[in-house]
T-cell receptor
Framework: SYVLTQPPSVSVAPGQTATITCGGT??????VHWYQQRPGQAPVLVVF???DRPSGIPERFSGSNSGNTATLTINRVEAGDEADYYC?????????????FGGGTKLTVL | LQLQESGPGLVKPSETLSLTCTVS??????????WGWIRQPPGKGLEWIGI???????YYNSSLKSRVTMSVDTSKNQFSLHLNSVTAADRAVYYC???????WGPGGGDYWGQGIQVTVSS
């Protein structure tokens, strides 16, 4: 089964840039989606198809995907960005296509 | 578009958990979308359960496949999850979501329900 690996935690000061990685074998050839989940709330899609942002998501959120690593970048981090972030893919390459989530990264704003 | 989960918040061990997701503000019978269930045990990450197309085509998490059934009721604009033989390990918040279908399959979930807490206890 395909595995996505995220760092458990990332810390950044307000105004700085946060980088959250999602590792997977040849992840660069499949689409990666990113979610933000604040405590007690449902996940919110912040980046889809590697680099696109849904309507209403600030331009401070951006994504990239190449090789074995996809990355979510949050520029000019704000206190409100403190949340858990999950990457997700659709693995269609196996006999049983399925959704895979990364383990999640807790972003702490110092 | 809005999604709303409903069902019992308490299920007895060995019984079947049944949840429904009602879609409003749009039709469930759209070939460009599919509909998913995701759960989150307390203090843990997101776990995918399965996806269903309005045609009835389903894909399930292999670790749950033997216990999961998903269905669609287009007349009510709803889709459902049935998970049998539940144990304490099935205690979680259960979410439903819409996934637009891309060139390679289901995309990111762009609309989610608020989630429903399910506890397994006698």
């Amino acid at each position: 089964s395909y595995v996505l690996t995220q760092p458990p935690s990332v810390s950044v000061a307000p105004g700085q840039t946060a980088t959250i990685t999602c590792g997977g074998t040849n992840i660069g050839i499949i689409s990666v989606h990113w979610y933000q989940q604040r405590p007690g709330q449902a996940p919110v899609l912040v980046v889809f198809d590697d680099i696109d942002r849904p309507s209403g998501i600030p331009e401070r959120f951006s994504g990239s995907n190449s090789g074995n690593t996809a990355t979510l970048t949050i520029n000019r981090v704000e206190a409100g960005d403190e949340a858990d972030y999950y990457c997700q893919v659709w693995d269609s390459r196996s006999d049983h296509p399925h959704v895979v989530f990364g383990g999640g990264t807790k972003l702490t704003v110092l | 578009l809005q999604l709303q989960e409903s069902g019992p918040g308490l299920v007895k061990p060995s019984e079947t958990l049944s949840l429904t997701c009602t879609v409003s503000g749009g039709s469930i019978s759209v070939s460009s979308d599919c509909w998913g269930w995701i759960r989150q045990p307390p203090g843990k990450g997101l776990e995918w359960i399965g996806i269903i197309y309005y045609s009835g085509t389903t894909y399930y998490n292999s670790s749950l496949k033997s216990r999961v059934t998903m269905s669609v009721d287009t007349s009510k604009n709803q889709f459902s999850l049935h998970l049998n033989s539940v144990t304490a390990a099935d205690r979680a918040v259960y979410y439903c979501a819409r996934h637009p279908v891309g060139a390679w399959g289901p995309g990111g979930g762009d609309y989610w329900g608020q989630g429903i807490q399910v506890t397994v206890s006698s």
